[in-house]
């Protein structure tokens, strides 16, 4: 039974709310820099490979399970752009206020707003696991043309909720937990764990 997971991400944020997500059965989050693990490479085209290659990466340096989330923002104007490279979209060293500016100066004046969060989560249970789980979540939304709010991280000040009349970052982390494609990643990812303990 799995009581303690190493995160494949240096993103305090994400292991923040990857470990109040998991809270509830029983399992610890630890960020991948607590074990001095280099960062992997991600040299695939798509968030499922780029998630795996990542959860054995951590795997292999810490001989623990782990769990790799590979997520981004997906702007309908921009074909899909940033997408896997959301993180380092405006290049390195990577900044969340250069990422936000470079979104904005792309979509310029453009009147197609639409995005969406998109999170694919792979655990393995050991570096070789044959069968990794995997669970995806997405967020849809709409791209605003200035920041808004100032709690979660990333691209959350630009992301408005037309249901909720609010950005990504106005709102607080229960609720953000729950709705987000982080969140509904991590319901199926549960789901899924849970199916596994018990008893056929």
Not at 83 to 108: E, F, M, V
Not at 139 to 153: K, Q, V
């Amino acid at each position: 039974m799995l009581t303690r997971l190493v995160l494949a991400s240096n993103n305090a944020g994400k292991a923040r709310e990857f470990d109040a997500l998991l809270a509830p059965l029983g399992i610890r989050v630890e960020p991948q820099s607590a074990f001095d693990v280099p960062e992997a490479e991600e040299p695939f085209p798509g968030f499922v490979e780029n998630a795996i290659a990542k959860a054995r990466h951590a795997a292999h340096h810490t001989g623990l399970p782990a769990l790799a989330d590979d997520s981004g923002l997906c702007v309908d104007a921009l074909g899909g752009a940033p997408g896997i490279h959301s993180a380092r979209y405006a290049g390195a060293p990577k900044s969340d206020q250069r990422n936000i500016d470079k979104l904005l100066a792309d979509l310029g004046a453009s009147d197609n707003r639409r995005a969406h969060f998109v999170c694919v989560l792979a655990l393995v249970r050991s570096a070789d696991d044959p069968q990794p789980i995997i669970a995806e979540g997405e967020w849809h939304g709409s791209i605003l043309t200035a920041p808004r709010g100032a709690n979660g991280f990333g691209y959350d000040p630009l992301f408005w909720l037309d249901d909720l009349q609010q950005s990504a970052a106005e709102l607080d982390a229960p609720l953000k937990n729950m709705l987000s494609h982080r969140g509904t990643a991590c319901r199926h990812l549960i789901d899924r764990l849970r199916a596994l303990q018990t008893p056929a």
